[in-house]
Each structure stands twice: as structure tokens, then as C-alpha cells.
């Protein structure tokens, strides 16, 4: 079957349609901003690409222009909730087979599918697709995923900025916000990415192994040293090594580290003979360096060795926009290593979700998706499947000079001043609004404001 591009930001609405198409036979990719499809675009042949003409970031109709622009006879299939003639028009012109207005029920766009899929089939002048690059056999996966938050386009664009230097990066973060793969997403998209990435967890080493774990020894070191064994930095050499928890270092390993950077040699234990490491050092903590640095815990030399660029992770609580793209994901996962086919969140669970403080952040996330997506016995994650606390979380009031709509008598101004901070971007100014963008137009209309 052919192979989808869905680029939808509507998060309940792009899951439904996936799970619907997957179901169909279809393989699908699913991505919440242009950004992340035109990237997509630049490495992945689709068969056909369906598109909602207004996204946070850009216009669906910049989509259509790259996929025509790479390859014409792909079918493209643009969605709206805000139905114009002139929009439809547009998008006809610029080549895209359908326009579709919603909501629609889902079987409605299959007829669009099959058509777009016979254009292509019948054009027989179209350049045979470009083998897909074999896989670099040491390049890790990146799970890392995007939201679309101000907090998450700030931690983003660092992680982008950062990744193709050298330099090394102190990651800092509450236990649970995703530190690892922000880590190895700036390895990714390195220059290193075909090289290892080596993960080490400094709080889970003891003190007595230490020097052994990442440096290595020669056998008959110490008793137990019955072969040879490569150590971390050397097995890292030419990629990049992630030091996680880097605070729960010894003080005595601390002097040990800054030397092997410093120096780029280490000597396994037992062995007179150096070698040379060309490494990178990604190092993340939740505590703060700075106070242990002050309190004579942490060497300050290696400190600033460690910290050329610093990226601080939000927590959950700080990103309640990207809540549900992050437990959406989760559900993906869940239902592929349980092997089952849950659809979605009901409206009372996604209340639930967004009432529940997560301090436990994208860690405890996931495990109550996951154990939700074992418990139910229905097509959606109902809340009674939900974990006790996240269940019974009680709502905070809504201050009267918050963005909440039908709770206030000043709606008009309100939604003025929602599109201020959001720049004129409706689908930003929805989100701060906690309302979908179709119920925004509609009081856009009421009230006569044009942009």
C-alpha cells in the first residue's frame, strides 16, 4: 500500500484520521507542524500527502509548493475547517488533487487517496523514486519529539543552533523531562551522527568500578579483571558520550574526567599505554551544578568544561501545549508493544490530563498511557482507566483575567488580546484561547474581527 504524509495539528482529529488509515492498510506518518514535513519531504517519497491549509508555523499551501516542486505528479490533499472558495481555488491551482472541508467522516477521503494514487500511477514519464539511503549502521534512532509550545520552539531551536558545533552541552531538567533524547537528538544532527552514541548513567556506577567503566582495564589489573575491557570513552571515540546524572560523579572521578577532555587521552586501569579519543560530551543533571560547585561537591574547572552551551528542559506543567502531542505519541507506542488498537482519549480523559500537575513529567506520562492502553477494553481511553491521581486531580480555578471563553463577559476582548500575544497566528491564539480553531473563526465572524 502506499506510503501517507499526514500534516495535521489538530491533535485528537490527526490521531482519529491515522488510526482510520492504518486500519485501512496504509502506511502512515503523522507530524503536527510544516516545519516537520517539509523535513520529512526532503529524505521520504510519499505517495500522497494530506495537508490542513492552516498550521501553526506555515500555511499547508507551502507544502504543496515543496512536494510539487520535488516531485509533480505527487497527490496532494489539502483539509480546512474554515471552508473559502478562494482558498480552495488556490490550492487547486498550485496542483493539489482535493480539497476537503471539515469535519468529514473519514471514509470520504479515500475516494481523494485513490484518485491521487491513479494520477500518479498513470503518469508514465514520472522519474523512477530514489532508493531510500541505507541506514547508517551505527546511527541512533531519534524518538525525540517535537511540541509546538513557545517553550518547546525555544528548546528546539537551541537544540538545532548547538548540534552541528563541538562544543559540549550541559543539559538541566527535573527527572523524567526527556534530557536523553534531547541528547540524542543533537547527536543526530551532528556531523558525528554515524558514529556511536554512548549513554552512561553516572549515578548507577560504583565508585569501586568507576575508573573501569569508562576507561577501561587490561586483564590481571585487579582481581576479577579477567580479560581486557573497553571502557566508555573509548568506545565512544568519534561520536559523542552522554553523561547522565554527571552531579553523582566522585569527587576523585571528577578529576579523572576533566583530564580526559582536557587531554582527549585516557589509560585504562593497569595500562601504561594512553589512547587518543576524539569525543564530544553531552552531560545532564537535575540538580544544580552551580550551587554543588559552591558548595565544594563539584570541581568549578570541569563545570565550565561541561557547560559551553546549557539547554534547561521545561517541565511538563510548563508545556501544556504539547501535552497531548506527547501523550498521542505514547499511545502510538503503547498500542504497537501491546499490540492492541486504542483510537484515542475521550474529552473527560483529556480534561483529566490537562488538570493532573505531572510531577513526574514525559516519564510518568507514558506510563499512564501505557497502563491505560493495557486496562481499556474500548476503542478510547476512557478516564476511569486512568491512574488515581491523574483521576481524581482537582481542576484549578480559572482566574477571571485568564483566556477562557463562555466564562467570561469580556469574550471579544479576550480573543483581542489572544491574537496579540500569539502575533495574528489563529492557531496559536486558539491554543492560548483552549479552544479549536474552527470555534475561533466562527466568533472572529460573530464579532466582525478581520486580520
Not at 503518469?123 to 546511527?139: G, I, L, M, W
Request: with cysteine.
Amino acid at each position: 500500500m502506499a506510503k501517507i504524509l499526514l500534516v495535521e495539528d489538530d491533535v485528537a482529529f490527526c490521531t482519529m484520521l491515522k488510526t482510520f488509515l492504518l486500519k485501512k492498510g496504509y502506511e502512515v506518518d503523522a507530524v503536527y507542524t510544516a516545519t516537520e514535513a517539509l523535513n520529512l519531504l526532503k529524505d521520504t517519497d510519499y505517495g500522497v500527502i494530506i495537508s490542513d491549509v492552516r498550521l501553526p508555523d506555515k500555511e499547508g499551501l507551502e507544502i504543496l509548493k515543496a512536494v510539487k516542486q520535488k516531485n509533480a505528479q505527487t497527490g496532494v490533499i489539502m483539509m480546512t475547517s474554515y471552508a473559502e472558495i478562494s482558498m480552495a481555488v488556490n490550492a487547486m491551482k498550485e496542483g493539489a488533487v482535493d480539497y476537503i472541508a471539515k469535519p468529514f467522516n473519514p471514509e470520504v477521503i479515500l475516494d481523494s487517496i485513490q484518485t491521487a494514487l491513479q494520477m500518479e500511477q498513470s503518469e508514465v514519464t514520472r522519474p523512477a523514486p530514489k532508493p531510500a539511503a541505507q541506514p547508517k549502521s551505527k546511527t541512533v534512532t531519534d524518538t525525540y519529539i517535537k511540541g509546538v509550545s513557545d517553550a518547546s520552539a525555544k528548546l528546539n531551536n537551541y537544540i538545532d543552533l548547538v548540534a552541528p558545533t563541538n562544543m559540549s552541552v550541559l543539559i538541566m531538567g527535573e527527572s523524567g523531562t526527556g534530557k536523553e533524547q534531547i541528547a540524542k537528538s543533537i547527536h543526530n544532527k551532528s556531523k558525528r551522527n554515524s558514529q556511536p552514541f554512548i549513554a552512561v548513567d553516572c549515578g548507577a556506577i560504583p565508585r569501586e568500578l568507576a575508573s573501569s567503566e569508562f576507561f577501561g582495564h587490561v586483564k590481571g589489573s585487579f582481581t576479577g579483571a579477567v580479560t581486557n575491557k573497553t571502557g566508555h570513552f573509548e568506545a565512544a571515540n568519534g561520536g559523542t558520550i552522554f553523561l547522565d546524572e554527571i552531579g553523582n560523579l566522585s569527587y576523585e572521578l571528577q578529576v579523572q574526567l576533566l583530564r580526559a577532555l582536557q587531554e582527549r587521552k585516557v589509560k585504562p586501569v593497569g595500562s601504561n599505554t594512553e589512547i587518543k579519543v576524539d569525543i564530544r560530551v553531552i552531560a545532564a543533571t537535575n540538580e544544580d551544578l552551580f550551587e554543588l560547585v559552591k558548595k565544594g561537591d563539584f570541581r568549578e574547572d570541569l563545570y565550565h568544561r561541561l557547560n559551553e552551551f546549557t539547554i534547561k528542559v521545561p517541565a511538563l506543567k510548563d508545556r501544556q501545549e504539547d501535552l497531548m502531542i506527547f501523550a498521542n505519541y505514547f499511545l502510538d507506542s503503547a498500542n504497537k508493544e501491546l499490540e492492541k488498537d486504542v483510537a484515542g482519549f475521550s474529552d473527560e480523559a483529556i480534561t483529566a490530563f490537562k488538570s493532573y500537575p505531572w510531577p513526574g513529567n514525559l516519564r510518568e506520562l507514558k506510563n499512564a498511557v501505557k497502563r491505560a492502553v493495557l486496562l481499556t477494553q474500548k476503542d478510547m481511553i476512557e478516564v476511569e482507566v486512568l491512574p488515581h491521581e491523574v483521576r481524581t486531580a482537582e481542576k484549578e480555578e480559572v482566574p477571571e483575567s485568564s483566556y477562557s471563553l463562555f466564562k467570561n463577559k469580556n469574550e471579544q476582548e479576550l480573543i483581542l488580546d489572544a491574537l496579540e500575544k500569539a502575533h495574528g497566528n489563529k492557531s496559536k491564539a486558539a491554543r492560548l484561547l483552549s479552544i479549536d480553531r474552527k470555534t475561533l473563526y466562527n466568533k472572529l465572524k460573530q464579532y466582525g474581527i478581520k486580520l
